[in-house]
């Protein structure tokens, strides 16, 4: 990405002190269930190999299961939008943001265990009544052994936040010998690369929506939603307190997109093709200026 190198303050000791890691991750039961034998039928119907194709059952439908699927991707999109990536399923979230990212993490918390609670109630009703409704509605596709017992259903859904402290290479206690310093450093030179890739991620999201917002009104007559602006307009409301470098390039980025294009009226950058234009050329400009920092 970056082919400039980002000016930083921070270095790896003074991220363990400006920064932590949180890790996200929520479970929903999937409530589906591959039926080999239904899947053997249509292969012999169309004289075709079995294992070309399968056949899943849909084995409910529930309006509170959904409501619960919903929030954990709120949920989730609201973790990958306020962190940077660190690792696989763990954000890099700067201790300036940790208890606003607390107090919304928990608020959803509580909504998808709401929705858990009445699908675990609502099923532990239909186990009570033999799954009456979900054996009429697969017909001879039932099969109550693909229900789990409704003591077990409830475990199948949550939300969890792991927040632990980025490991300081200089606190390694491992006895290795004289071997332990080249490890020391090796593991503080992979907290630099890891926090130079985490911070190309504040100028993808901006490289992406500012494309979004030169591509649309670039075109004379395209029509676009109020969102195509207010989205860049929350970007940049969220990446100050995660440029946790102190790169003074994307704090210019940031403020340059902050004057030129997160505008105030959307109804007249639709209306006024001379404005309209005059946006689309500040994109085009800020485009160019990140050609040394996104390809």
């Given at each position: 990405?970056?082919?400039k190198?980002?000016?930083?303050?921070t270095?790896?000791?003074?991220?363990l002190?400006?920064?932590?890691l949180?890790k996200?991750?929520?479970?929903?039961?999937?409530?589906?269930?591959?039926?080999?034998?239904?899947?053997?039928?249509v292969?012999?119907?169309?004289?075709?190999?079995?294992n070309?194709?399968?056949?899943?059952?849909v084995?409910?439908?529930?309006?509170?299961?959904?409501?619960?699927?919903?929030?954990?991707?709120?949920?989730?999109?609201?973790?990958?939008?306020?962190?940077?990536?660190?690792?696989?399923g763990?954000?890099?979230?700067?201790?300036?943001?940790?208890?606003?990212?607390?107090?919304?993490m928990e608020?959803l918390?509580?909504?998808?265990?709401?929705?858990?609670?009445?699908?675990?109630?609502?099923?532990r009703?239909?186990?009570?009544?033999?799954?009456?409704?979900?054996?009429?509605?697969?017909?001879?596709?039932?099969?109550?052994?693909?229900?789990?017992?409704p003591?077990?259903?409830?475990?199948k859904f949550?939300i969890k936040?792991?927040?632990?402290?980025?490991?300081?290479?200089?606190?390694f206690?491992?006895?290795?010998?004289?071997?332990?310093e080249?490890?020391?450093q090796?593991?503080?030179?992979d907290?630099?690369v890891?926090?130079q890739?985490?911070?190309?991620?504040?100028?993808?999201r901006?490289?992406?929506?500012?494309?979004?917002i030169?591509?649309?009104?670039?075109?004379?007559?395209?029509?676009?939603?109020?969102?195509?602006?207010?989205?860049?307009k929350?970007?940049?409301?969220?990446l100050?307190e995660?440029?946790?470098?102190n790169?003074?390039?994307?704090?210019k980025?940031?403020?340059?997109?902050?004057?030129?294009?997160?505008?105030?009226?959307?109804?007249?950058?639709?209306?006024?093709?001379?404005?309209?234009?005059?946006?689309?050329k500040?994109?085009?400009?800020?485009?160019?200026?990140?050609q040394?920092?996104?390809?």
């Amino acid at each position: 990405m970056p082919a400039k190198k980002q000016a930083t303050s921070t270095q790896g000791g003074d991220l363990l002190t400006k920064a932590m890691l949180v890790k996200f991750s929520s479970s929903c039961w999937g409530a589906k269930k591959n039926d080999r034998e239904v899947a053997q039928e249509v292969a012999e119907k169309h004289k075709s190999d079995a294992n070309m194709g399968k056949f899943t059952k849909v084995l409910l439908a529930s309006e509170h299961r959904e409501a619960y699927k919903k929030v954990a991707r709120e949920a989730y999109s609201y973790h990958r939008a306020n962190t940077l990536p660190w690792d696989e399923g763990t954000g890099l979230l700067p201790a300036s943001k940790f208890w606003k990212y607390n107090e919304e993490m928990e608020r959803l918390k509580r909504e998808a265990e709401t929705h858990a609670e009445a699908f675990a109630t609502e099923y532990r009703k239909q186990w009570s009544n033999g799954l009456s409704e979900y054996r009429k509605a697969l017909g001879d596709l039932f099969d109550k052994e693909d229900y789990p017992e409704p003591n077990h259903i409830r475990a199948k859904f949550g939300i969890k936040i792991r927040v632990s402290a980025i490991t300081n290479p200089n606190d390694f206690r491992v006895q290795l010998g004289s071997g332990g310093e080249k490890v020391r450093q090796q593991m503080l030179e992979d907290m630099k690369v890891d926090l130079q890739e985490a911070m190309k991620e504040p100028y993808r999201r901006l490289f992406k929506a500012i494309s979004k917002i030169h591509d649309r009104i670039s075109e004379a007559d395209a029509k676009f939603r109020d969102s195509l602006i207010d989205n860049a307009k929350e970007l940049v409301e969220i990446l100050p307190e995660l440029n946790v470098t102190n790169d003074p390039e994307l704090t210019k980025l940031i403020d340059a997109v902050k004057k030129e294009l997160c505008v105030h009226d959307v109804d007249a950058l639709r209306k006024d093709k001379k404005y309209r234009s005059e946006v689309a050329k500040s994109a085009a400009e800020i485009l160019k200026g990140m050609q040394g920092y996104v390809t």
